[in-house]
């Protein structure tokens, strides 16, 4: 959008923040000057050639972040349904190896334009499918088309060389077209008008201390804003011990997961500002662990994620209502059982700071996103409350209605950067260009995209046949 454009959401009700607390503003306007949020007020006058929204009975709600997802997976959705970490890991995380390219941009375009869908405006991506640096290319470009806001992490990661009846993985952990493909990205970034910026994606902490040490020092010294890696105690190497010992522990770290976390650990992330993010519906399925989201010792560096949508839908607002009332259902059980009454502790602002507010400081962006305040970065989700699922809960309490009968279905508008991504509930078409950071682009229609997409299932359906299970689980117990 031109610095001379503009948007007024007229005459709805506004959720803001003043700092960490929220505040209903009913019968408010929103007035968003090129990607800035301009004005808060009351009957605003929208400026010569402003483009008009009316919010009357609608809810305007600060976007939503995502701090934990893997976008590039739309192809594999409806196959984890009955599985846990471990059959992911073969049926889903490892097949990046039969991905194209190709298939690599449809599938993150997809992830991408799903999380717009359900009213996601940033999403931390960690992209473990870096198998050329045209899979990287590609993946950026579906990204930067697709109009989100993102962190593209790019992954260090182990790669197959053979999949038949055996399993052989390339001998280079991290060859040097990884690294030349690291320093061009990070010399170019960031992309999609500003909106994508590049981070790395980490969890070869079996790799010597000089090895680590130095790829994140360089990634530092790059410019990359953003350290992402998984975290699961008792199932992985404690990787936040290993980087304390190190001397790496920055707020520039995002932990996911952190199921199982201990005391002292949770200590030490706290002390270091840095962030976990919680998954629910993958960490219940999965055998992950019970979400740490709402644990005292770590709730105020909680944030929450999707992790994979092709196991679960893309909406944050699923993510909350699972992790917040199991948190509700366990400090019940305790209340129960010592003979107490049981109390709701732990309330609907919490909650939703953890998809908002708390997601921008997981990101270091607190100052840009996170909450509609002037001078912020437009970044903005509208809910229609005439559906029969949020009328007559929007009048009564906006929170509640958004995280406890809310869904996708309810979200009309989603804006990310001042530019509308969702209108009258269906997604825009999006442009793409021919490479990344190409001038020709070629609009698309989610139709479109949907035929392309079921074009590149089917593609990587036909390379599995051969495949063993059984000699991706011997060649590792965990492969990440």
């Excluded at 219940?284 to 979400?291: A, H, K």
């Excluded at 078409?429 to 079921?454: M, Y």
């Amino acid at each position: 959008m031109a610095e001379d454009q503009s948007l007024l959401l007229q005459n709805g009700t506004v959720l803001a923040h003043e700092g960490d607390k929220l505040k209903v503003l009913r019968n408010h306007d929103v007035l968003i000057r090129g990607n800035r949020i301009s004005r808060i007020g009351e009957r605003l006058s929208p400026p010569a050639g402003c483009k008009v929204i009316d919010c009357t009975r609608n809810i305007v709600s600060p976007g939503f972040i995502d701090t934990h997802h893997h976008l590039w997976q739309s192809q594999l959705k409806g196959r984890h349904g009955d599985e846990t970490l471990m059959e992911y890991m073969i049926s889903g995380n490892l097949q990046s190896y039969n991905y194209s390219p190709e298939d690599i941009f449809w599938g993150q375009l997809a992830g991408s334009l799903e999380s717009l869908d359900a009213g996601v405006t940033t999403v931390v991506d960690h992209a473990h499918m870096t198998y050329s640096p045209e899979h990287v290319t590609e993946a950026i470009r579906a990204t930067a088309s697709s109009g989100i806001r993102a962190f593209f992490c790019y992954a260090a990661m182990r790669r197959i060389s053979n999949w038949s009846s055996t399993m052989e993985f390339q001998e280079d952990a991290i060859p040097e077209w990884w690294h030349e493909t690291l320093d061009s990205l990070a010399a170019s970034q960031p992309f999609g008008d500003n909106r994508v910026h590049l981070g790395l994606a980490f969890d070869m902490h079996s790799l010597p201390k000089e090895t680590i040490v130095s790829l994140w020092e360089k990634c530092r010294a790059l410019g990359l804003k953003l350290i992402t890696t998984h975290y699961v105690a008792g199932a992985m190497l404690n990787s936040i011990e290993l980087l304390s010992d190190y001397g790496l522990l920055k707020n520039d770290i995002l932990v996911s997961h952190a199921t199982g976390i201990s005391e002292a650990d949770a200590k030490t992330l706290v002390a270091n500002d840095i962030f976990i993010s919680s998954t629910p519906d993958t960490e219940f399925q999965m055998g992950l662990g019970i979400p740490v989201a709402f644990r005292e010792d770590i709730k105020s560096h909680a944030s929450i994620g999707i992790d994979c949508h092709s196991n679960n839908s893309s909406d944050v607002l699923t993510q909350l209502r699972l992790g917040l009332q199991h948190a509700r259902a366990a400090d019940n059980a305790t209340a129960s059982q010592s003979g107490q009454y049981p109390t709701v502790k732990i309330k609907l602002e919490e909650a939703f700071n953890l998809g908002t507010i708390q997601g921008a400081k997981a990101v270091n962006m607190e100052e840009q996103l996170g909450s509609i305040t002037e001078g912020k970065l437009a970044d903005i989700v509208i809910f229609n409350t005439d559906t029969p699922s949020m009328v007559c809960a929007a009048e009564q309490n906006p929170l509640a209605a958004i995280l406890l009968h809310g869904s996708i279905r309810d979200i009309n508008t989603v804006i990310v950067d001042g530019k509308i991504r969702k209108e009258n509930g269906k997604l825009c078409d999006v442009s793409c260009p021919d490479e990344l950071g190409g001038r020709e682009a070629k609009s698309l229609t989610w139709t479109e995209i949907a035929e392309r997409l079921r074009e590149s299932r089917e593609r990587i359906v036909q390379k599995v046949h051969g495949q063993s299970g059984e000699a991706a689980l011997k060649a590792s117990p965990l492969l990440l």
